[in-house]
C-alpha cells in the first residue's frame, strides 16, 4: 500500500518525471545477466590470487614454508609481507588521516586474528591459486586471544606497542557529576542496556580487484566499490602516487552498505603486487572470505539511564557505550555519532555520555547501513520500556517529548541544530493511518484465546547529505551535454550498488531540460569522469547530486532557449521545451525538434548569438547546506508464539519524510532493503566467536539471513517536506536499518509484556530468547555467559608523581585524538608568568588564542573554532618534563585525548 502526499517541484518542461515511477534504466541490463561485475572482466595476461590465512587468533609467526607451494605447475609468485614491504603503504581510514593499528599488507610477524592475510599466492587460476594456498605451511606460536570487549579491559595488548587496548574514546566521564543530580531528581529513571551482536555485512557481491599496470606508474583498478573517485583518491594516498596516476573503475557493484567504501588489505596487497610484477592480478572473495575475514560490524554494549518528570517529560540522560574495533578496524571508532544523534528530535535538557572503542584479536571493524543505529535502537526500546512501567502510551509519551516544526529552530544538548525535521508530523501521519485502539482491542481478545499479540512504534531523524565538515564528505559535479543527435549525456561522480541514480538523475534531468525520459543517458562508476566525491556514502547523493543534476539542467535549458530565442527572433521568456521539442509561444509553426537546436549549435557556429560558446553543455557543481535531515516514524505489529518463541511479522507501515520524492519505487526500494537488514539483525544474523576468537558462522547455514518468508510487503507513507536544498530532496538509504530494530523489538515486548519485561536485550532475539522472557528462566544460555556490564567503576589508582616543569615555552608537537581520526598539530606557548597565550597550527591552518591559565604543570586554555563548525575547543593540558598529556572537551564530540612531546 502506497499512501502518498504529491507537491509541487516545478519544472521548465511540461513534462512530470519528478514523483513518478519511471522503470529503473538499470534493470534491463541486471536482470538479463549483462550486467559487468568486476569478476566479469577480462584482462589479457591476467593472473589470479588467493590468500593463506591464519587459522589461529592470536601468535608470532614462527615460521612459513613456501617451497612445496612454490614447485607447483602454474604458481608465478608467493608473496609475504617481508616482500610486499618494497611497496610502502599508510593505511588510511575512510577520513583520510592515518590508522592507528599498524595495519601491513600481510601479517608481519604476528596475527592478531583468524583471517589474517599472512601469505599471497599468485597463480593461472583461482583454482590453482588456492591448491597452491593449501600447500603453504605456517607454524604460529600460540597465546591466548582477546576475544570481547570484556577481555579487553582487561586482557593483554592487542598491538603490544600501544599503551592499552582503548582503540578510541570520547566524552568525559566527569559530566555524570552534573547529570546524576537531575537523575537523582526524576521521578522516573529507566535504565537499559542493549547488546548488539556482531554483524557480518554480507553483501550479494563479495569484495574484488583487479590490478592493471598502465606504463610506467599508472594503474587501473576494476573494483568492487562504493564511490570509484573517493577509491582513487584514497588508494593514491596510502600508496603515495599522485591522484591521477590511479584509475578506478566499477561499473556494477552488488551492494556496499558501507564495507566497500574503503579497499583494505587484501585489496590493497593485490595492488602492490601487480606494481611488483607488472601484469594485471585479480583476486575475487569467496563467501566463507566474506563472512569471516571481510570487516564485521556493530559488536556493541551499551547502558542507557534517562530521567523523566511526573508527566513522563524528559529530564536528563547518560549513556555508557562499548564498541569491539577487532584487531584491525577500518579507522579506529568510538562512534560519537551515537551520541550526537540520540537526542537531536527530543525535548532532552542535559545528557552526558562517555563512548569506547577497544581493540580486540576478532576481525576488525568496518561500517555497516546506518553505523550510528543504535542510538534509534536503545532510546526507541528505552522510551517504549518507560511508557509501559509509568503507565503512559508509547505514542503519547513521544508526542510530549519529540520536536515538531513549530518548536524549531531547536539545539540539541550536544549542539546539533535542527530547523526543519518532521519526526513529530511521520507519527502523527502514522497514527491516522493506523487503527491503534483497534488493534488494542484484538490484542485483548487473542490473549484470551492464548495469542500474543504485539504493536510496536519508532522515531527517528537521520543526517543525510552532508558536505564540507569532512575531508571526504563534499558536493557534487554533474556535467551535461546535448548531442547533435538531440539526445541528453550526463556525467556523473555517482555511484549505484542498487541505489538507482542512473534512474533517478534522468528523471530530474528530463523533468528540468524538457526533454523524454528515455532520451538520458547517465554515466558514472568510473574515476576518469566527473569530479571527485564520496559516491554512495551517508544517504548523499539523491540530495548533493540530485541538486547538481537539478541545477545544471536549468542552466542548459536557460542556454537552449536563449539559442532558440534567438534563431526564432523571439524573446527568451515565450520560449518553453516539452517532450523534446522546442516551442514559441503564440507561433506554433515554429516550434522545432531539440535535435535541430543542436545540430546548429554544433556544427553551424555563425547562426548562434554573438560570444555564445558552440555546443549545448552545462556543468554545476553543488555544495549544500552542512548536512540535511531525514526523519520517519515505523509501526509493527508481530504475532509471538508462546510455545515456541517464534516470531510473525504482521504488518509493518513506514511514514517517511525525505522530501521531494524523485522516484517513490527507489525510495520504497530503499526503505525496504533496510527494513530487510533489520529483521535480519532483530531474529537472525550473528557472528559469534568461541574463547579462542574463532569465528563460528563460516557459511551461510550458520549465519541466518532473512529470507522472503521473514520478510512483510512493507506499507509506505510518503511525507514530503522539501529540504533547504536545490530540488528539496532528502537521503533515505540507511533509513530502514536504523529506525527497523527498535520499531521490531518494540513490538515483540509488547507482544511479550503479559510475561515480564526484557531487562537486557541481547540480539539476535532468537526463539530461544524470547522464551527467556517467557517462561522466566534462562533457556538461551545469554545469562550464563553475559560478560562484564559496560557501566563500571575503576578501582582508584595512585597518581605516580609529576615532575615539575622548567617552562612550557616554544614549540610543542601534538596529536588531538579527533572521532575523525588522529589530528596531528604544533603548539606554540608563550608565556608571561601564569598567563599564556600561542596558537595551534594544523594542516588546515593556524588560529592563536590568549587567556590561557598555567598553574604549576596543567595548563587550561581555550579556542573558538569555526569549521567545520562553530565550537569551543577547552584544553586541559599536563605537562611532564618533555611530554604533556591531556584532553581537549570539543562541544558536541565530547572529549579528546591530547599528547604530545617537545618539538
Known amino acids: 500500500m502506497n499512501i502518498e502526499t504529491k ?89 583520510f588521516t592515518p590508522v592507528e593499528a599498524p595495519v601491513t599488507l600481510l601479517a608481519d610477524g604476528r596475527v592478531a586474528c583468524v583471517g589474517d592475510p599472512i601469505a599471497m599466492v599468485v597463480a593461472d587460476s583461482r583454482a590453482l591459486a588456492e591448491d597452491a594456498a593449501s600447500l603453504v605451511e605456517v607454524t604460529i606460536e600460540e597465546e591466548a586471544p582477546v576475544v570481547t570487549i570484556a577481555d579487553a579491559r582487561t ?51 563479495g569484495r574484488a580487484c583487479l590490478a592493471s599496470p598502465e606504463g610506467t606508474n599508472e594503474m587501473t583498478v576494476w573494483l568492487g566499490c562504493q564511490s570509484p573517485h573517493l577509491a582513487a583518491r584514497w588508494i593514491a594516498l596510502v600508496l603515495g602516487m599522485p591522484t591521477e596516476a590511479i584509475r578506478v573503475i566499477a561499473k556494477d557493484v552488488g551492494g556496499g552498505f558501507g564495507l566497500k567504501n574503503i579497499p583494505w588489505k587484501e585489496e590493497m596487497a593485490v595492488i602492490a603486487a601487480a606494481k611488483l610484477m607488472r601484469c594485471p592480478l585479480k583476486w575475487i572473495e569467496d563467501r566463507f572470505e566474506a563472512l569471516t575475514a571481510s570487516s564485521h560490524a556493530r559488536d556493541q554494549d551499551v547502558t542507557l539511564s534517562v530521567g523523566f518528570d511526573a508527566d513522563a517529560r524528559l529530564t536528563a540522560a547518560w549513556c555508557d557505550y562499548a564498541c569491539n574495533n577487532g584487531a584491525w578496524p577500518m579507522g579506529e571508532d568510538a562512534n560519537i555519532a551515537v551520541h550526537m544523534f540520540m537526542w537531536p528530535c527530543y525535548k532532552l535538557p542535559a545528557y552526558g555520555f562517555v563512548t569506547r572503542g577497544w581493540y580486540t584479536n576478532t576481525m576488525g571493524l568496518g561500517a555497516y547501513r546506518g553505523p550510528w543505529a543504535m542510538e534509534s535502537l536503545v532510546r526507541e526500546t528505552l522510551l517504549d520500556k518507560a511508557a509501559r512501567r509509568i503507565g503512559v502510551d508509547p505514542v503519547e509519551l ?59 512504534v519508532a522515531t527517528y531523524i537521520e543526517p543525510t547529505g552532508a558536505a564540507g565538515s569532512m575531508a571526504p564528505m563534499t558536493g557534487e559535479t554533474v556535467h551535461l551535454r546535448i548531442e547533435p543527435t538531440g539526445k ?53 547523493q539523491g540530495v548533493i547530486a540530485g541538486g547538481a543534476t537539478w541545477k545544471a539542467a536549468q542552466l542548459l535549458a536557460e542556454k537552449i532557449k536563449f539559442v532558440a530565442a534567438h534563431l526564432s527572433n523571439a524573446s527568451v521568456e515565450t520560449i518553453t521545451i516539452d517532450g523534446g521539442m522546442v516551442h514559441v509561444a503564440g507561433a506554433p509553426e515554429m516550434s522545432r525538434p531539440l535535435r535541430e537546436i543542436a545540430e546548429i549549435a554544433y556544427g553551424e557556429p555563425g547562426r548562434l548569438p554573438s560570444g555564445l560558446a558552440t555546443g549545448l553543455e552545462a556543468q554545476y557543481r553543488y555544495q549544500p547546506p552542512p548536512m540535511t535531515m531525514t526523519s520517519a516514524a515505523h509501526c509493527c505489529m508481530v504475532e509471538v508464539d508462546a510455545e515456541t518463541g517464534f516470531v510473525k511479522i504482521l504488518r509493518w507501515i513506514s511514514s517517511e519524510d525525505c522530501g521531494t520524492v524523485i522516484n517513490p519505487g527507489v525510495v520504497e526500494g530503499q526503505i525496504a532493503g533496510g527494513l530487510a537488514q533489520a529483521i535480519g539483525q532483530v531474529l537472525l544474523e550473528d557472528m559469534p566467536y568461541d574463547a579462542r576468537g574463532n569465528p563460528l558462522a563460516a557459511t551461510f547455514k550458520d549465519y541466518m539471513l532473512p529470507t522472503i518468508f521473514d520478510v512483510p510487503d512493507f506499507e509506505y507513507l510518503h511525507a514530503s517536506t522539501p529540504s533547504q536544498t536545490i530540488g528539496g530532496m532528502r537521503g533515505v538509504g540507511e533509513g530502514g536499518c536504523i ?57 582508584p589508582v595512585e597518581a605516580a608523581p609529576v615532575a615539575q616543569v622548567s617552562g612550557i615555552d616554544g614549540d610543542w608537537n601534538m596529536v588531538l585524538k579527533t572521532p575523525m581520526g588522529p589530528q596531528a598539530m604544533v603548539a606554540h606557548f608563550d608565556c608571561d608568568g601564569d598567563a599564556v597565550s600561542g596558537w595551534l597550527e594544523a594542516p588546515e591552518g593556524r588560529q592563536a588564542f590568549a587567556g590561557g591559565v598555567l598553574s604549576g604543570n596543567q595548563l587550561k586554555f581555550e579556542m573558538k573554532v569555526e569549521k567545520p563548525m562553530k565550537i569551543t575547543l577547552k584544553y586541559d593540558l599536563t605537562f611532564d618534563r618533555q611530554t604533556v598529556s591531556g584532553k581537549c572537551k570539543m562541544g558536541m564530540f565530547g572529549s579528546a585525548k591530547v599528547t604530545g612531546e617537545r618539538g
Open 488 to 540: 541528453v549525456v550526463a556525467m556523473l561522480s555517482t555511484h549505484s550498488q542498487g541505489h538507482g541514480t542512473a534512474t533517478t538523475m534522468a528523471q530530474v534531468i528530463a523533468e528540468q531540460l524538457g526533454v523524454p525520459y528515455e532520451d538520458v543517458a547517465v554515466y558514472e562508476g568510473d574515476s576518469a569522469i566527473g569530479a571527485f566525491s564520496p559516491g554512495a556514502a551517508g544517504s548523499r
Open 398 to 456: 513521544r508526542r510530549r517529548n519529540l520536536i515538531y516544526l513549530p518548536d524549531q529552530p531547536h539545539t540539541s544538548t550536544l549542539g546539533i541544530p535542527v530547523e526543519d525535521i518532521t519526526p513529530g508530523e511521520c507519527l502523527e501521519k502514522l497514527v491516522a493511518n493506523v487503527d491503534f485502539p483497534a488493534f488494542r482491542r484484538e490484542q485483548a481478545e487473542a490473549r484470551k484465546e492464548g495469542r500474543y499479540l504485539g504493536i510496536g
Open 739 to 795: 529506525i527497523g530494530p527498535p520499531t521490531l523489538v518494540n513490538a515483540i515486548a509488547d507482544a511479550l509484556s503479559p510475561f515480564g519485561e526484557i531487562d537486557e536485550l541481547v540480539l539476535p532475539l532468537t526463539p530461544a530468547r524470547i522464551l527467556d522472557v517467557i517462561e522466566q528462566r534462562d533457556v538461551s544460555g545469554t545469562r550464563a555467559s553475559e560478560g562484564v556490564p559496560v557501566a563500571e567503576v575503576a578501582a
Open 155 to 205: 586482557g593483554a595488548l592487542v598491538h603490544p606497542e600501544r599503551d592499552d587496548n582503548i582503540a578510541a574514546e570520547m566524552g568525559d566521564e566527569d559530566t555524570r557529576l552534573a547529570i546524576q543530580p537531575l537523575l537523582d531528581a526524576s521521578a522516573h529513571v529507566v535504565t537499559t542496556r542493549v547488546r548488539h551482536q556482531r554483524i557480518a555485512q554480507s553483501p550479494m557481491e
Open 7 to 95: 507537491m509541487d517541484v516545478g519544472g521548465i518542461g511540461a513534462a512530470r518525471y519528478v514523483g513518478t515511477r519511471q522503470p529503473r534504466k538499470e534493470d534491463g541490463r541486471l536482470l538479463t545477466g549483462r550486467g559487468q561485475f568486476t569478476d566479469d572482466v577480462r584482462v589479457p595476461g591476467m593472473l589470479h590470487v588467493a590468500y593463506v590465512r591464519s587459522a589461529v587468533a592470536r601468535g608470532r609467526i614462527v615460521s612459513i614454508d613456501l617451497d612445496a607451494a612454490r614447485e607447483m605447475p602454474g604458481v608465478h609468485a608467493i608473496y609475504t609481507q617481508a616482500d610486499l614491504a618494497a611497496v610502502p603503504v599508510t593505511f588510511q581510514t575512510f577520513f
